[in-house]
């Protein structure tokens, strides 16, 4: 079964640079989540969207934006990168109508290390 | 404010043998899901099961099960007959309403294994 789909994996950057994460969802999945998990942590909520317009905002600074697109992607932007940014970067995707029950599947993440 | 708490940081079981992992669970909001994500050491948050608030019966998948205790406000996670993959943190979560977006986690319980 298709999963949900992140890229990069893997990710590198130097203080004050840019950052842009991509989630591809689970196809027909209507509503994605954006997480970031620091090291020894839990997975904290950043902001999620549903069909393409932001459904809820969690801890998420004013340097990082998302969106949703047509085609339900969704990038993470991240500008003016901290050292405090290195962390693991998690999408989610669910169908909200129906289906699986409202059960969030996770993508494989996307490791950033801000140098 | 809705809110997890998992009190074990660190579990030890025999393989073969069945473990219980805490969580308890805070909300004013009478819909609500649970869930239970596994995350070895690879890094990929892996889902596991889920129990909604309204369920009349406790939720299982395979070897894993979710005794669900509303009034304690309790959703501990059982897994029977442990083998050595099990070895990872485990971490709790909730989402309010039926529609809602925002999921918070708890601190994760490490499970190990020993054979």
């Known amino acids: 079964a298709a999963g949900v789909i992140q890229s990069p994996r893997h990710l590198i950057k130097e203080k004050r640079e840019t950052a842009t994460l991509k989630c591809y969802p689970i196809p027909r999945h209507d509503t994605v989540y954006w997480y970031q998990q620091g090291p020894g942590q839990d997975p904290q909520f950043l902001i999620s969207f549903y069909e393409k317009m932001q459904s809820d905002k969690g801890s998420i600074p004013d340097r990082f934006s998302a969106q949703q697109f047509s085609d339900y992607h969704s990038e993470l932007n991240m500008s003016s990168l901290e050292l405090g940014d290195s962390a693991l970067y998690f999408c989610a995707s669910r169908r909200l109508a129906g289906g699986t029950r409202g059960t969030q599947y996770f993508g494989p993440g996307t490791r950033l290390l801000v140098l | ?115």
């Open chain 2, 1 to 115: 404010a809705q809110k997890i708490t998992q009190t074990q940081p660190g579990m030890f079981v025999q393989e073969k043998e069945a473990v219980t992992l805490d969580c308890t669970y805070d909300t004013s909001d009478p819909s609500y899901g649970l869930f239970w994500y596994k995350q070895p050491s690879s890094g990929e948050m892996i889902f596991l099961i889920y129990q909604g608030s309204y369920d009349q019966q406790n939720a299982t998948e395979g070897r894993y099960s979710l005794n669900f205790q509303k009034a304690r406000k309790s959703a501990n996670l059982v897994i029977s007959a442990s083998q050595l993959g099990d070895s990872a943190m485990y971490f709790c979560a909730m989402r309010e309403g039926d529609g809602g977006f925002k999921t918070i986690f708890g601190a994760g319980t490490r499970l190990f294994v020993k054979a």
